[in-house]
């Protein structure tokens, strides 16, 4: 589906389940796109109205005109809410670079948030050295195709079980790269180095908030996750057995299942 959430944007997206029922939002991965949340969406969509929207540049979504960030991202989220008139709080699930939105959504829109998951992801901004791999990474997507990106990512992306016992989900996870333009993973990029740093939020969240670890997740470890748990009031912490950074797709049984526990049905 396309929305045209302004006279200049447009957001590709996935829509599924029963639009009077309470709305479950996903936020994707880089260098993934919506379709990451496929198995979570076939699992809640009979109980759930679920959106996943595609950031900037990914799917049909238009790609950045100016400065890429997350606070734009996180508007372009509220406008195409607006524009399928959902104005009522949703649960927001953000993975990675969506859990980097989910913060900026939080921060700018917090009374449209009824619950928070965020999964493999961290509130601190890059370091002085992630900034200059960031940067590493940004002028390969430039002289590389996303199929290339990917592939240089998925020791990070993917842990040890996964790319040694799951070759569908490895292969899936190039699949849903594999589309991409390497000028708009390079904007993503951007915003990824120059997201300004959430720390301070964490006291201040104040709605029901799941927490969620791979426990191979070598980005953002479990250790790191655990901690930012302690910082968020009414936070839950849930480690994922046997998977990476992309625990919604490595471990798909047991994140479902925490997810359920968490959102009551």
């Known amino acids: 589906m396309i929305a045209p959430i302004s006279s200049s944007q447009q957001l590709s997206y996935i829509r599924a389940g029963d639009p009077y029922a309470p709305k479950l939002v996903f936020l994707h991965a880089f260098p993934l796109s919506s ?117 240089k990512m998925l020791p990070k992306l993917l842990g040890g079980t996964t790319r040694n016992e799951k070759p569908d989900v490895v292969g899936r996870v190039k699949e849903l790269a594999a589309p991409h333009r390497t000028e708009h993973l390079a904007a993503m990029i951007q915003a990824l180095r120059d997201r300004r740093d959430s720390t301070e939020l964490l006291p201040n969240i104040k709605v029901p908030t799941l927490v969620i670890s791979g426990e191979e997740d070598e980005i953002s470890t479990p250790e790191l996750m655990r901690d930012m748990a302690l910082h968020i009031p009414n936070a839950k912490f849930v480690e994922i057995e046997k998977a990476g950074h992309l625990s919604n797709l490595e471990n798909t049984p047991d994140f479902n299942a925490a997810l359920r526990e968490f959102v009551g049905k």
């Open 35 to 151: 379709e990451m949340w496929r198995p979570q969406i076939e699992e809640f969509s009979s109980q759930f109205d679920c959106i996943a929207p595609d950031f900037r540049g990914i799917g049909e979504s238009t790609p950045f005109e100016t400065r890429p960030s997350f606070t734009m991202i996180a508007d372009d989220v509220r406008l195409l809410l607006n524009h399928l008139h959902i104005f009522q709080q949703v649960t927001l699930c953000g993975l990675s670079m969506g859990g980097y939105c989910a913060f900026e959504f939080v921060r700018s829109f917090p009374d449209r948030v009824g619950k928070l998951i965020l999964c493999d992801t961290r509130p601190d901004a890059d370091s002085e050295q992630a900034r200059k791999t960031r940067n590493e990474l940004l002028e390969f997507a430039l002289r590389n195709n996303a199929s290339a990106v990917a592939e």
